[in-house]
């Protein structure tokens, strides 16, 4: 009898155990991953028809020894068509600098931007996506080579 209770319970706990189903791309879908630091600034995401508009003031720390910016955009599994709208604009005391319109599937080489101390360091970053669908990773690095 003590060996069929026993029996039954762990068959009982073995099965009742659900575990959260695993991401495949280790972002939960519709929340973007922003880390904005003194070196570096990334938004990433893992879209399902997501939109949203945000700006991030930019925590890229202004030195003497700096003399680029490396920018990194990476889209993957787009999903979305040319009517939807996606735009990532660098901005620099309210001058566009950088804009990135994105309509398919995106891979850039890390670009090189020298940058002159007083005019260029960007300051804020704006994020528009309209139902956008996909992966998209979007890198700056501040560099003191």
């Given at each position: 009898m003590n060996n069929t209770i026993l029996t039954l319970i762990f068959i009982f706990s073995f099965f009742s155990c659900v575990e959260p189903p695993e991401h495949d791309y280790g972002l939960v879908e519709n929340l973007p991953v922003v880390i904005n630091t003194d070196n570096?600034?990334?938004?990433?995401?893992?879209?399902?028809?997501?939109?949203?508009?945000?700006?991030?003031?930019l925590q890229l720390l202004l030195s003497d020894s700096i003399h680029k910016v490396i920018t990194s955009l990476i889209v993957s599994d787009f999903a979305g068509s040319n009517r939807d709208t996606t735009v990532i604009t660098v901005e620099k005391d309210s001058t566009v600098v950088d804009v990135f319109s994105i309509t398919s599937n995106y891979s850039s080489n890390p670009t090189e931007t020298e940058v002159d101390s007083v005019f260029y360091l960007p300051k804020q970053v704006s994020v528009k996506l309209d139902q956008f669908s996909g992966k998209l990773e979007f890198l700056m690095i501040r560099s003191d080579l």
């Open positions: 570096v600034f990334t938004y990433s995401l893992y879209g399902d028809k997501y939109t949203s508009e945000d700006t991030f003031d």
